[in-house]
């Protein structure tokens, strides 16, 4: 599977991205300027963390329209496989590729720090083999993380079971004392509903590696590589 | 001819915004005490061209709907002028 980490001015994951999928999950990486126009064939295309253009105007608002983001939208509109970690998930949620728009956290403050997270179903590729009654432990690192979206919807993302990810406590218990940010729902990661644009604010990409001392994110991304391409 | 559009976005009314709630507190800490609510949003103000008053308030809107705001979170309102 041939991945390609789209690089905005001001990401600041993507090494991190490149690293995690290249040496933890051992599959051919390259990276995307975001004024190329070419995704060089790539399966899945990650859009990484960072401060895009500055957060200027609203996180992920600018980047949506940089030049790559048109043929990253065909290949969403195609079913091909994207996946937006943090400020990706803000980028991805600007594209409308997903529903919703993340706000600033209700405690007003920049939040790093680890988070456990429940997957909610295995109807999806990056959750496809996940074991849905363990917390994994993944660090959140955003100062707009705050999941929301109107009441239609928040039920379609339920009804269509597109909720990939609510943030628990460590035991996998769905707590209000365990959402950090105020998303609603606790939710921390979603996808789209044709189920190949996946979105979420916490990086697997950051506990991917047993130098870190956790490889709970390693978990997440390795069930990319369930698909058959 | 140019024109200057000044535009306000506000935070929907029914999505907490914590920095006006940070406010609010502090100018109560000021003594004000008698603010009851603190909105924060964004004023933006463009100059641009336009064949007359009606075109530029045409692109504007489409500025603040494609760009500007985003229409999930925000409602934007404004004014265009002759500059």
Same mark, same amino acid.
């Given at each position: 599977m041939k991945f390609g980490v789209v690089v905005f001015p001001g990401?600041?994951? %993507?090494? %991190?991205?490149?690293?995690?999928?290249?040496?933890?999950?051992?599959?051919?990486?390259?990276?995307?300027?975001?004024? %190329?126009?070419?995704?060089?064939?790539?399966?899945?295309?990650?859009?990484? /963390?960072?401060?895009?253009?500055? %957060?200027?105007?609203?996180?992920?608002?600018?980047?949506?329209?940089?030049?790559?983001?048109?043929?990253?939208?065909?290949?969403?509109?195609?079913?091909?496989?994207?996946? /937006?970690?943090?400020?990706?998930?803000?980028?991805?949620?600007?594209?409308?590729?997903?529903?919703?728009?993340?706000?600033?956290?209700?405690?007003?403050?920049?939040?790093?720090?680890?988070v456990h997270l429940k997957a909610e179903t295995n109807n999806s590729l990056l959750t496809s083999g996940l074991d849905l009654d363990r917390a994994f432990k993944i660090p959140i690192a955003h100062a707009e993380g705050r999941y929301f979206t109107d009441a239609d919807s928040l039920k379609r993302l339920n009804d269509n079971d597109q909720v990939l990810f609510r943030y628990c406590d460590e035991n996998g218990t769905i707590t209000d004392a365990a959402n950090p940010n105020g998303s609603l729902d606790n939710i921390a990661g979603i996808c789209n509903e044709g189920r190949n644009v996946f979105g979420m604010m916490p990086h697997p990409e950051r506990a991917a590696d047993c130098a870190l001392g956790n490889t709970d994110g390693k978990l997440i991304l390795e069930q990319v590589l369930n698909v058959l391409v | 001819m140019e024109f200057i559009a000044d535009i306000n976005i506000m935070p929907m009314k029914e999505i907490l915004d914590p920095q006006g709630k940070a406010v609010k507190l502090g100018l109560h800490n000021l003594g004000i005490d008698q603010v009851a609510d603190v909105r924060i949003g964004?004023?933006?103000?463009?100059?641009?061209? @336009?064949?007359? @008053?009606?075109?530029?308030?045409?692109?504007?809107?489409?500025?603040?709907?494609?760009?500007?705001?985003?229409?999930?979170?925000?409602?934007?309102?404004?004014?265009?002028?002759?500059?």
């Open positions: 990401s600041n994951c %993507d090494d %991190d991205a490149v690293y995690a999928l290249q040496h933890n999950l051992g599959q051919e990486v390259v990276k995307l300027w975001h004024k %190329d126009h070419d995704l060089q064939g790539c399966d899945l295309i990650v859009l990484p /963390g960072g401060f895009s253009y500055g %957060d200027y105007l609203r996180s992920g608002a600018i980047s949506r329209f940089s030049p790559i983001m048109n043929e990253v939208i065909q290949h969403a509109k195609r079913g091909g496989y994207v996946l /937006g970690i943090c400020n990706g998930f803000q980028i991805l949620c600007e594209a409308e590729l997903t529903p919703g728009v993340l706000l600033r956290n209700n405690g007003q403050k920049f939040i790093c720090r680890n | 964004k004023h933006i103000t463009l100059r641009l061209e @336009a064949a007359d @008053a009606a075109e530029a308030e045409g692109k504007v809107k489409t500025a603040c709907e494609k760009l500007l705001a985003n229409l999930i979170m925000e409602e934007f309102t404004f004014e265009v002028r002759p500059a």
